[in-house]
């Protein structure tokens, strides 16, 4: 019997995304599921009042707003939240989205420093690791990367710019570049040659077709559902392969002034392209078992980004979302931005749906969770942030519910993302910005 491991080091890197199989009855007992986590960000808050359910929501009885119906098909296994405060960033040096980005994940007040933000005042880095790395620290999951951080088009490499961090003062990079992303999780490494990246990716478009004699021998190991499972996970990478092919190809997606033509991942016109990519790249990583915390951050607060590629003016989007409510136009726009966030995260919800595991899917047995900044852009709002929790958690997560806070600390839902986890903790972050414990009713 041909177990995953040993597939993949005779399919000699090409990494087909796939589930933890089920081999047949009487070759081993079938493993448990291991409960995931994925941090999803969009920048600049919302407009809640499109948002949140509306008068006389109940906790299983709502409708939510306008903005959340590309999500929808997908309510039972929602948690939305209204009344989280980002207590942390009230306080501290900085602008409101400097505030906002350090205490996301961190619940950690920002520390002093040099970096301007957008209003002019000067902040540091955020003053404690993020929920994700301290989990794997916790967890020690024993997974070929320990967390693995995707970004779209995330430019700055200050406090606005990032939302994940190993410890006090130590931001990580994400990853822009999608094929640098698909080299590390799947590939071979090429030595940091972004060039060779590129190459390698190229000759790889169709991967499959060079180990499909292994492939075609390990179907025939397995019981008819996991043949199944194996051949939907091959078009899957075949379907990325096939969109990171594209974004080699473009010309325009390339610095010309860049002597080693590295490729240009910062292009606004392939923004929703590049969204995708990376929300691909994090389901596979998380089915294949590359990892099992990730996070996607698409682009940063207080971004330069003109969503011209979905048909809108050239305002860029914060501006959209600091436009006033006497600006009908632009403010119709803000929403067309808004809804079009609510789509990206609806379709990371069915491409995790869509991966069979266990009794379920990789849905089931992941913890997703989407937040902000801020509240809203244009009072840069830090109480109320707009926070959506979805999958199972593994079972520990109870979906199709909205929950309803009068001003508690998102300090308290940081520990109980940690519970959905399995890590007991009764406290993450700055103490004195906590209640002691999970958001009631959360778990």
Not at 106 to 117: A, H, S
Not at 220 to 225: G, R, W
Not at 310 to 329: C, F, K, V, Y
Request: hydrophobic letters at 40%.
């Amino acid at each position: 019997m041909i177990d995953r491991r040993t597939f993949l080091r005779r399919a000699g890197g090409a990494a087909l995304a796939l589930p933890l199989l089920q081999l047949p009855r009487g070759a081993r007992a079938a493993e448990t599921p291991p409960t995931r986590l994925l941090l999803f960000f969009t920048p600049n808050g919302t407009k809640k009042e499109l948002w949140s359910p509306g008068e006389g929501a109940t906790e299983d009885n709502w409708t939510p707003g306008r903005l959340l119906t590309p999500v929808m098909n997908h309510k039972q296994r929602l948690v939305v939240l209204d009344g989280v405060d980002n207590k942390v960033a009230l306080d501290g040096p900085g602008g409101p989205h400097q505030r906002g980005m350090a205490g996301l994940w961190t619940g950690e007040v920002i520390t002093e420093g040099d970096f301007v933000g957008g209003d002019g005042r000067r902040a540091g880095w955020a003053g404690g690791p993020s929920i994700d790395q301290y989990a794997a620290r916790v967890l020690q999951p024993g997974t070929p990367l320990s967390t693995l951080e995707l970004g779209v088009r995330v430019k700055e490499a200050v406090p606005r710019g990032r939302m994940i961090y190993r410890g006090r003062e130590q931001p990580v990079a994400p990853l822009n570049d999608p094929v640098e992303a698909f080299d590390r999780m799947f590939g071979d490494p090429m030595a940091g040659d972004a060039d060779a990246t590129a190459r390698l990716l190229m000759r790889r478009r169709s991967v499959l077709d060079a180990v499909q004699a292994d492939f075609t021998a390990l179907k025939k190991k397995v019981t008819a559902e996991d043949a199944a499972k194996l051949e939907q996970h091959a078009e899957v990478l075949r379907s990325l392969e096939r969109r990171l092919g594209t974004v080699v190809d473009r010309p325009e997606l390339c610095n010309p002034a860049t002597p080693s033509g590295t490729m240009d991942v910062l292009s606004e016109a392939d923004y929703g392209l590049l969204v995708r990519a990376q929300i691909d790249l994090a389901v596979n990583a998380l089915a294949c078992d590359v990892t099992r915390i990730a996070s996607v951050q698409c682009s940063t607060a207080v971004n330069a980004l003109r969503f011209t590629f979905m048909g809108l003016r050239d305002n860029e989007g914060h501006a959209l979302s600091h436009a006033g409510d006497s600006h009908p136009e632009r403010q119709d726009e803000w929403e067309q931005m808004l809804t079009w966030y609510s789509e990206q995260f609806a379709y990371l919800l069915d491409r995790l749906a869509a991966v069979p595991e266990g009794d379920g899917s990789l849905l089931d047995n992941t913890l997703v969770v989407w937040g902000m900044e801020i509240s809203r852009g244009n009072n840069h709002d830090l109480t109320d942030i707009p926070f959506v929790l979805a999958g199972g958690a593994g079972g520990r997560l109870k979906g199709g519910r909205y929950l309803r806070y009068d001003g508690k600390p998102h300090n308290d839902l940081l520990v109980g993302i940690l519970n959905l986890l399995g890590v007991p903790d009764a406290t993450f972050g700055n103490v004195d910005y906590a209640s002691g414990g999970p958001l009631v009713g959360l778990i």
